[in-house]
T-cell receptor, first 112, second 114 residues
Framework: DQQVKQNSPSLSVQEGRISILNCDYTNSMFDYFLWYKKYPAEGPTFLISISSIKDKNEDGRFTVFLNKSAKHLSLHIVPSQPGDSAVYFCAATDNYGQNFVFGPGTRLSVLP | EAQVTQNPRYLITVTGKKLTVTCSQNMNHEYMSWYRQDPGLGLRQIYYSMNVEVTDKGDVPEGYKVSRKEKRNFPLILESPSPNQTSLYFC?????????????FGSGTQLSVL
C-alpha cells in the first residue's frame, strides 16, 4: 500500500492561472515533506519543502500547504508558466531522514 | 560543478548477465541512495548508505547489491538481472541524510533486461 499518494496522474492549466497539485500520506511518523520537479531525460530536482511544525511555506511562485490532521499537502503555483510543465513528485520522510518515500507523480501541462 | 553522475545513461542487457551501474558525487555528501522509477509507482528506494561502509535496504532491495567503499561512489550491482528489473534508475545524495536535508539526483539510467 502506497504511503504517499498523488491521486491525479495529470493536470492541465492555462498559462497565468493557478496550478494546485495534491498529495496525501498515511504514515503519521512523516515529519518533513518535499516537492520535486522532473523534466524528461533529467533527474528530479528539489522545488520546495515544509516541516511538520509549519502549515505553509512560500518560495516565489511556489507555496506548499500542509494539513497534518488531514495528512494532506498541496503545492500551489501562481502564476503558472509553460516552463512549469513537468512531472511533480511529492515526497515524505521521518525524523531520521533515511527513507524518503515518493508518490507516483502528477504530470502538469501548462498551456500557452 | 556540483553534481551526481550516473553511468551509463542507457543499458540493454540479457537475463542473467551481471551488470554494474556507477554513481559518483563530488559534493562530499555522506548520504547516498538508489531509486527505481516505474509507471504509477513513483520512485521507490532500493538501498541507501549513511556513510562509508554503512549500507541498508530500502523498500525494494531484492535482486540488487550495493557497496560504499569510498564516500563519493555508490555503485548498484545486479548479479543476475531479470526482466522485472527493467526500469529507470536514479542515484541521489544529500549532505548527511538527516532531518531537513534534501536529495540531489543524478540524470538517471534507463535499463532494459531482455
Amino acid at each position: 500500500d502506497q504511503q504517499v499518494k498523488q491521486n491525479s496522474p495529470s493536470l492541465s492549466v492555462q498559462e497565468g492561472r493557478i496550478s494546485i497539485l495534491n498529495c496525501d500520506y498515511t504514515n503519521s511518523m512523516f515529519d518533513y515533506f518535499l516537492w520535486y520537479k522532473k523534466y524528461p531525460a533529467e533527474g528530479p530536482t528539489f522545488l520546495i519543502s515544509i516541516s511538520s511544525i509549519k502549515d505553509k511555506n512560500e518560495d516565489g511562485r511556489f507555496t506548499v500547504f500542509l494539513n497534518k490532521s488531514a495528512k494532506h499537502l498541496s503545492l500551489h503555483i501562481v502564476p503558472s508558466q509553460p516552463g512549469d510543465s513537468a512531472v511533480y513528485f511529492c515526497a515524505a520522510t521521518d525524523n531520521y531522514g533515511q527513507n524518503f518515500v515518493f508518490g507516483p507523480g502528477t504530470r502538469l501541462s501548462v498551456l500557452p | 560543478e556540483a553534481q551526481v553522475t550516473q553511468n551509463p545513461r542507457y543499458l540493454i542487457t540479457v537475463t542473467g548477465k551481471k551488470l554494474t551501474v556507477t554513481c559518483s558525487q563530488n559534493m562530499n555528501h555522506e548520504y547516498m541512495s538508489w531509486y527505481r522509477q516505474d509507471p504509477g509507482l513513483g520512485l521507490r528506494q532500493i538501498y541507501y548508505s549513511m556513510n562509508v561502509e554503512v549500507t541498508d535496504k530500502g523498500d525494494v532491495p531484492e535482486g540488487y547489491k550495493v557497496s560504499r567503499k569510498e564516500k563519493r561512489n555508490f555503485p548498484l550491482i545486479l548479479e543476475s538481472p531479470s526482466p522485472n528489473q527493467t526500469s529507470l534508475y536514479f542515484c541521489a545524495s544529500s549532505p548527511q541524510g538527516a532531518f531537513n536535508e534534501k536529495l540531489f539526483f543524478g540524470s538517471g539510467t534507463q535499463l532494459s533486461v531482455l
